[in-house]
């Protein structure tokens, strides 16, 4: 019975891998588009260790962040990954924290290989280093993700610094807890509130992301310009 279980939800709260933990299907169109793109970079993963230089979010929030985002953006990020390496690549400037070293050596290892130059890249001591990183800055992002820690005094900073027409992007939105606690749905809240307040729009996108063999979802706040 758990060997089953665990083949049709993927031993989390959903109710098939094809629905998120909220309970929304994926959609016949990203079942369709995505089934392929998913299966190849996951077995890339498990066979030879190989990460796809994408965001680990799903695939139809990449294609929204595509078209939404400039060669000159600015990006800030809260936890780093290889959504890193995939903004430095198509961005003007990326500022990203992590707080879990042997992550942050390795994503480290990857920026140095590659030559990457239009980064700042902190390795965060603690909770407030982390989500108080570029509180300072004045001059505001072009997209904020939030993806690791911390995230609802993530999301309340963030909030300070998108610039007008910006996006904010939180990712696995649809998990009632991570790490246990509900700070991720306090964040989601915290989002749809700013958005409520500003006049922003609200997309949610559920879908396959890169390497994952199962439905997440994740929600962007697009504020005007």
Same mark, same amino acid.
């Given at each position: $019975?758990?060997?089953?279980?665990?083949? &049709?939800?993927?031993?989390?709260?959903?109710?098939?891998?094809?629905?998120?933990?909220?309970?929304?299907?994926?959609?016949?169109?990203?079942? %369709?588009?995505?089934?392929?793109?998913?299966?190849?970079?996951?077995?890339?993963?498990?066979?030879?260790?190989?990460?796809?230089?994408?965001?680990?979010?799903? %695939?139809?929030?990449?294609?929204?962040?595509?078209?939404?985002?400039?060669?000159?953006?600015?990006?800030?990020?809260?936890?780093?990954? $290889?959504?890193?390496?995939? %903004?430095?690549?198509?961005?003007?400037?990326?500022?990203?924290?992590?707080?879990?070293?042997?992550?942050?050596?390795?994503?480290?290892?990857? &920026?140095?290989?590659?030559?990457?130059?239009?980064?700042?890249?902190?390795?965060?001591?603690?909770?407030?280093?982390?989500?108080? %990183? $570029?509180?300072?800055?004045?001059?505001?992002?072009?997209?904020?993700?939030?993806?690791?820690?911390?995230?609802?005094?993530?999301?309340?900073?963030?909030?300070?610094?998108?610039?007008?027409?910006?996006?904010?992007?939180?990712?696995?939105?649809?998990?009632?807890?991570?790490?246990?606690?509900?700070?991720?749905?306090?964040?989601?809240?915290?989002?749809?509130?700013?958005?409520?307040?500003?006049?922003?729009?609200?997309h949610e996108f559920t879908d396959f992301s890169p390497t994952q063999f199962y439905v997440k979802q994740?929600?962007?706040?697009?504020?005007?310009?």
């Amino acid at each position: $019975m758990n060997l089953i279980r665990r083949i &049709i939800t993927a031993n989390t709260p959903r109710k098939t891998r094809l629905h998120d933990e909220k309970g929304n299907f994926l959609g016949w169109r990203n079942l %369709f588009l995505h089934s392929l793109p998913v299966t190849f970079s996951g077995l890339l993963r498990i066979s030879i260790g190989y990460r796809v230089e994408l965001p680990w979010t799903p %695939f139809s929030a990449i294609n929204y962040l595509r078209f939404n985002l400039k060669e000159n953006a600015r990006i800030l990020e809260f936890g780093s990954g $290889m959504s890193t390496i995939y %903004f430095c690549k198509h961005c003007k400037e990326v500022f990203s924290v992590e707080d879990y070293r042997p992550w942050y050596l390795k994503i480290s290892k990857i &920026i140095e290989r590659k030559g990457i130059n239009n980064i700042v890249y902190k390795f965060a001591e603690n909770k407030k280093e982390y989500f108080s %990183f $570029m509180a300072d800055d004045n001059r505001g992002f072009d997209l904020i993700t939030i993806d690791g820690s911390h995230r609802s005094q993530c999301a309340c900073y963030s909030t300070k610094l998108i610039k007008p027409g910006g996006v904010l992007y939180l990712d696995d939105s649809d998990r009632e807890s991570i790490h246990g606690n509900k700070d991720n749905k306090i964040a989601e809240t915290l989002l749809r509130n700013f958005a409520k307040k500003s006049d922003a729009e609200v997309h949610e996108f559920t879908d396959f992301s890169p390497t994952q063999f199962y439905v997440k979802q994740g929600i962007c706040v697009k504020l005007t310009s």
